[in-house]
């Protein structure tokens, strides 16, 4: 019996502390290509700010892509302004040896890359997250798609 109220505390404990998924979408590219034009736009709407968030950037690629990384420019922006903007630098293949980085389903490797941690928003509202392929390639061949994670941290 003593054993059942461990094991339910610690249930009690670990869901106290986890996050949920508040917003989730991925936009694949056309023949596994990321136009140097093509800006991937994620609109959302916060209705809670008593809460922090966390931002995270979901990347699919496949062996095909020439780089050891990609460049992604992130800005998150409400309805009159852009509130962070960033450079991220995300590391697809070992430099060495060229293994590929992520998780591997077939022949695609996907990747989640932490962008803001702990996010207060400062209003409810309307909010919009946009991605830049920043590598100066007109075609970025073997990027399959491109995606935002936004979890609710309690």
């Avoid at 700010?49 to 950037?57: A, D, G, N, S, T």
């Avoid at 400062?122 to 390639?137: A, D, S, V």
């Amino acid at each position: 019996m003593r054993f059942i109220y461990i094991i339910s505390a610690i249930i009690l404990f670990t869901s106290a502390c986890t996050e949920d998924r508040y917003f989730e979408e991925n936009i694949d590219f056309t023949d596994r290509s990321w136009n140097m034009q093509d800006s991937v736009l994620f609109q959302f709407e916060i209705d809670s700010i008593e809460l922090p968030y966390r931002v995270k950037l979901n990347l699919r690629n496949t062996m095909d892509y020439p780089y050891r990384n990609i460049y992604v420019q992130y800005y998150l922006k409400d309805s009159s302004e852009i509130l962070n903007e960033n450079l991220q630098n995300i590391k697809l293949f070992e430099a060495k040896t060229g293994k590929p980085f992520g998780d591997r389903q077939s022949e695609i490797y996907s990747h989640q890359l932490l962008i803001q941690d702990s996010v207060y928003f400062p209003k409810k509202g309307k909010y919009t997250i946009q991605l830049e392929q920043y590598m100066r390639e007109k075609e970025l061949e073997g990027i399959v798609s491109a995606g935002i994670k936004i979890e609710q941290l309690k």
